[in-house]
């Protein structure tokens, strides 16, 4: 395939020749016979973005679901009408909630709003699920109850609690199909994305291995998650992170932390330890500095950074992968929830910069929007949606919002390029960066590819 005209990232405007997965040329360089033909018309060629923190299984499965929290539900009026307006006879199946729409409600409080069908809602977290009396007790005629279904005097709760492998073996649930995400994050120019489930063991890498063997997840991909990941077999899938998802009001023991990160770093794996509050991070800290860091060990979200902690991390060699993007979407119950000593450290990024740690961001997906585009507009404006600046210092350029999504996945100290020998994963845009920079949006995407192949195509005239 040969793409004309294109305005090369970091580079000059040029024609770039790909074969057998690669870049193979740069240049003035004329068509081969029968060779496929894109005209860039001077418009931007990018290395294919990257989200290095996604969902994929939760994504696919959202569009089954019901989004029971905000912006969309904000309490438990709209929350009762949204499952009233649910029509069957089985499980509804909720996500996204958030304990400002009702607390945590127990079983007894969910009937109220549906008692003729099981329901089982999914905190935003993706660590908890609340269960009404119906879906509960059929829960528990399918299988023993699990250690985190949650007990008081009056018996179980509802409240289940990072027992997700328990739930799926107990409904014999398979993983959903990959087609229709995988053509959702290629329309945004997403050649590549690293799954961040902590369960991710050898079911799902099975699963993954098959939607990519059979063509319907297009994407390249990094599967982080258990430690028994490194004892299987290579896949098409590239071995990421064991993650550690670490949880305020419930931390392992401390020795129990060391132990995971000293068994992955044994087996040449850097972990991803989850860190959304400021509790979380000083405990993250402690233990890498107990056991020593691994090159590519890193700290997802790093929610909550104070100024002394940034130090500390750059010192142990650690990347962040943030989620900018949360800024726009949950900002304004940031400002409302989190104390003000601490909202000028949320999701910082100009800071991490500055003092050498790597950065990289992922979405977060479904507990934050897929759009990477819409997370560079934010890394950008650090604007919430009613317009409010939160740590205006922690902006960052069009150019640096961009390089969020484009390091080397396992790398991150490293940003893709096109160049020859480069893997031929790209993203065509519709105009010149100068252009494209001022808009961020991913309606200028004009073509999606992955591997050499075209996988997303918006070009007025197709290939010749």
């Given at each position: 395939?040969?793409?004309?005209?294109?305005?090369?990232?970091?580079?000059d405007r040029?024609?770039?020749r790909?074969?057998a997965?690669?870049?193979?040329a740069?240049?003035q360089?004329?068509?081969?016979?029968?060779?496929?033909v894109?005209d860039?018309?001077?418009?931007?060629?990018?290395?294919?973005?990257?989200?290095?923190?996604?969902h994929?299984?939760a994504?696919a499965?959202?569009?089954?679901?019901?989004?029971?929290g905000?912006?969309?539900?904000?309490?438990?009026?709209?929350l009762?009408?949204?499952?009233?307006?649910?029509?069957?006879?089985?499980?509804i199946r909720g996500?996204?909630y958030?304990?400002?729409v009702?607390?945590?409600?127990d079983?007894?409080?969910?009937?109220?709003l549906v008692?003729?069908?099981?329901?089982?809602?999914?905190?935003r977290?993706?660590?908890?699920w609340?269960?009404?009396?119906?879906?509960?007790?059929?829960?528990?005629?399918l299988?023993?109850?699990p250690?985190?279904l949650?007990?008081?005097?009056?018996?179980y709760?509802?409240?289940?609690?990072?027992?997700?492998?328990?739930?799926?073996?107990?409904?014999?649930?398979?993983?959903?199909g990959f087609?229709d995400?995988?053509?959702?994050?290629?329309?945004?120019?997403?050649?590549?994305?690293?799954?961040?489930?902590?369960r991710?063991a050898?079911?799902?890498a099975?699963h993954?291995?098959?939607?990519?063997?059979?063509?319907?997840?297009s994407?390249?991909?990094?599967?982080?998650g258990?430690?028994?990941?490194?004892?299987?077999p290579?896949?098409?899938?590239?071995l990421?992170p064991?993650?550690?998802?670490?949880?305020?009001a419930a931390?392992?023991?401390?020795?129990?932390?060391?132990?995971?990160?000293?068994?992955?770093?044994?087996?040449?794996?850097?972990?991803a330890?989850h860190?959304?509050t400021?509790?979380?991070?000083?405990?993250?800290?402690?233990?890498?500095?107990?056991?020593?860091?691994?090159?590519?060990d890193?700290?997802?979200?790093?929610?909550?950074?104070?100024?002394?902690?940034?130090p500390?991390?750059?010192?142990?060699?650690?990347?962040?992968?943030?989620?900018?993007?949360f800024i726009?979407?949950r900002g304004?119950?940031y400002?409302?929830?989190?104390e003000?000593?601490?909202?000028?450290?949320?999701?910082?990024?100009?800071?991490?910069?500055?003092?050498?740690?790597?950065?990289?961001?992922?979405?977060?997906?479904p507990?934050g929007?897929?759009?990477?585009?819409?997370?560079?507009?934010?890394a950008?404006?650090?604007?919430t949606a009613?317009?409010?600046?939160?740590?205006?210092?922690?902006?960052?350029?069009?150019?640096?919002?961009?390089g969020?999504f484009?390091?080397?996945?396992?790398d991150?100290?490293?940003?893709r390029?096109?160049?020859?020998?480069?893997p031929?994963?790209?993203?065509l845009?519709?105009?010149?960066?100068?252009?494209a920079?001022?808009?961020?949006s991913?309606?200028?995407?004009?073509a999606?590819?992955?591997?050499g192949?075209?996988?997303?195509?918006?070009?007025?005239?197709p290939?010749?």
């Amino acid at each position: 395939m040969l793409i004309r005209d294109a305005e090369i990232w970091r580079g000059d405007r040029d024609d770039v020749r790909l074969a057998a997965g690669r870049i193979e040329a740069l240049g003035q360089l004329p068509p081969r016979p029968g060779e496929a033909v894109i005209d860039a018309g001077g418009g931007a060629l990018l290395p294919g973005l990257h989200d290095h923190h996604i969902h994929l299984p939760a994504l696919a499965a959202k569009a089954a679901s019901v989004i029971c929290g905000p912006p969309e539900v904000v309490d438990k009026a709209q929350l009762a009408a949204r499952l009233a307006a649910q029509h069957g006879s089985g499980w509804i199946r909720g996500i996204l909630y958030h304990e400002s729409v009702m607390g945590l409600p127990d079983a007894p409080a969910l009937d109220r709003l549906v008692s003729d069908r099981p329901l089982r809602i999914q905190h935003r977290s993706g660590r908890m699920w609340l269960l009404n009396s119906i879906g509960l007790d059929k829960l528990l005629q399918l299988a023993p109850p699990p250690p985190g279904l949650v007990r008081d005097a009056r018996g179980y709760t509802g409240q289940l609690f990072e027992e997700d492998d328990w739930l799926r073996q107990a409904l014999a649930s398979a993983p959903p199909g990959f087609g229709d995400i995988s053509g959702s994050l290629a329309r945004f120019g997403i050649s590549g994305l690293t799954e961040m489930s902590p369960r991710n063991a050898a079911q799902m890498a099975a699963h993954f291995a098959a939607e990519m063997a059979s063509g319907a997840l297009s994407q390249k991909v990094v599967l982080a998650g258990a430690l028994s990941l490194s004892d299987i077999p290579p896949g098409p899938w590239h071995l990421g992170p064991a993650k550690l998802h670490l949880h305020e009001a419930a931390l392992p023991p401390f020795d129990e932390a060391t132990t995971f990160i000293a068994d992955a770093h044994r087996r040449e794996r850097p972990v991803a330890i989850h860190c959304t509050t400021e509790v979380e991070l000083v405990f993250a800290l402690a233990a890498l500095e107990a056991t020593g860091s691994l090159s590519g060990d890193r700290i997802e979200h790093a929610g909550i950074v104070g100024d002394d902690h940034i130090p500390r991390i750059a010192d142990l060699g650690l990347a962040v992968v943030s989620q900018p993007h949360f800024i726009a979407e949950r900002g304004d119950a940031y400002l409302r929830d989190v104390e003000p000593r601490h909202q000028g450290e949320l999701y910082r990024l100009a800071s991490f910069i500055g003092a050498g740690v790597p950065l990289a961001a992922g979405s977060d997906a479904p507990f934050g929007s897929a759009d990477p585009w819409a997370a560079m507009r934010a890394a950008i404006s650090r604007t919430t949606a009613a317009g409010q600046i939160i740590g205006g210092m922690e902006a960052l350029s069009p150019e640096a919002a961009l390089g969020l999504f484009l390091a080397v996945p396992q790398d991150l100290l490293r940003q893709r390029r096109i160049a020859v020998g480069e893997p031929a994963d790209l993203c065509l845009l519709a105009l010149p960066w100068q252009a494209a920079r001022d808009r961020l949006s991913a309606d200028d995407v004009r073509a999606t590819i992955i591997g050499g192949e075209i996988v997303y195509n918006r070009i007025d005239q197709p290939p010749a």
